[in-house]
C-alpha cells in the first residue's frame, strides 16, 4: 500500500461545477496535510493546508479532512478552465519530510 | 526576487557526462530538497539537508551526490549521465516545522541523450 493514494485521473469536470478531489493516507501520526497544484511545465504551488478535522476554506477551494478515516479532500466551486492542472496530495512523515501522492489530473471542459 | 532559484533551468547533455545543478534559496528556511519528477509526475524525494547537514537519503545511486556549502544553498552533482536521469529536477526548501509549507524552486529540466 502506497503511503499517499490519489486516483491519478484525469477527472474530468465541467466548467462551473464542483471539482472533488481526494487522497488516502496510511500513518495515522500524520498531524498536516497539503494541495498543491502543477501547470504543465511549472513547479508544485501550495493550495490549501489543513491540520484539523473538518473543512477549511479560502475562496473557491475547501479541504476537508477526516483523521479517523484517513482522508483529505479538496473541493474547487465553480470550476474554471484555468483550474485545470495536476493537483498533489502531500502528508507530513516528520518535521522534515512530506510524503506525496502521485496527483491527479484534473481537465475543467468550458 | 525568487524565493527558491535554480540553474541552469535547461540542461541537454550526453550520456556518461557529469553535470552539476545549483539551488539557492533567501527565505530562511533550515531545510532544503531535491526531488526527481519523471514523465509519470511522481515527485520523489532524493536527499534533503538541514543547516549543512544531511538528513534525508533516499535509495539513490551513488552517481548523484549533493553538497550543501551553507543553509541557503543546496547543489546536486551527478555523474556518469544515463538516459534514465532525464527528468525535471526540483530543489525546496521549509521551514523546520511540520505545518510548514515548501516552496519550490522552478526546476531543472534534464535530457540526457
Known amino acids: 500500500q502506497k503511503e499517499v493514494e490519489q486516483n491519478s485521473g484525469p477527472l474530468s469536470v465541467p466548467e462551473g461545477a464542483i471539482a472533488s478531489l481526494n487522497c488516502t493516507y496510511s500513518d495515522r501520526v500524520s498531524q498536516s496535510f497539503f494541495w498543491y497544484r502543477q501547470y504543465s511545465g511549472k513547479s508544485p504551488e501550495l493550495i490549501m493546508s489543513?491540520?484539523s478535522n473538518g473543512d477549511k476554506e479560502d475562496g473557491r477551494f475547501t479541504a476537508q479532512l477526516n483523521k479517523a478515516s484517513q482522508y483529505v479532500s479538496l473541493l474547487i466551486r465553480d470550476s474554471q478552465p484555468s483550474d485545470s492542472a495536476t493537483y498533489l496530495c502531500?502528508?507530513?512523515?516528520?518535521?522534515?519530510?512530506?510524503?506525496w501522492g502521485a496527483g491527479t489530473k484534473l481537465i475543467i471542459k468550458p | 526576487d525568487t524565493a527558491v532559484s535554480q540553474t541552469p533551468k535547461y540542461l541537454v547533455t550526453q550520456m556518461g557526462n557529469d553535470k552539476s545543478i545549483k539551488c539557492e534559496q533567501n527565505?530562511?528556511?533550515?531545510?532544503m530538497y531535491w526531488y526527481k519528477q519523471d514523465s509519470k509526475k511522481f515527485l520523489k524525494i532524493m536527499f534533503s539537508?538541514?543547516?549543512?547537514?544531511?538528513?534525508i537519503n533516499e535509495t539513490v545511486p551513488n552517481r548523484f551526490s549533493p553538497k550543501s556549502p551553507d543553509k541557503a544553498h543546496l547543489n546536486l552533482h551527478i555523474n556518469s549521465l544515463e538516459l534514465g536521469d532525464s527528468a525535471v529536477y526540483f530543489c525546496a526548501s521549509r521551514r523546520d516545522s511540520h505545518r510548514e509549507t515548501q516552496y519550490f524552486g522552478p526546476g531543472t529540466r534534464l535530457l540526457v541523450l
Open positions: 502531500a502528508v507530513n512523515r516528520s518535521n522534515y519530510q512530506l510524503i
Open positions: 489543513i491540520y
Open positions: 539537508y538541514n543547516n549543512k547537514e544531511l538528513i
Open positions: 527565505l530562511g528556511h533550515d531545510t
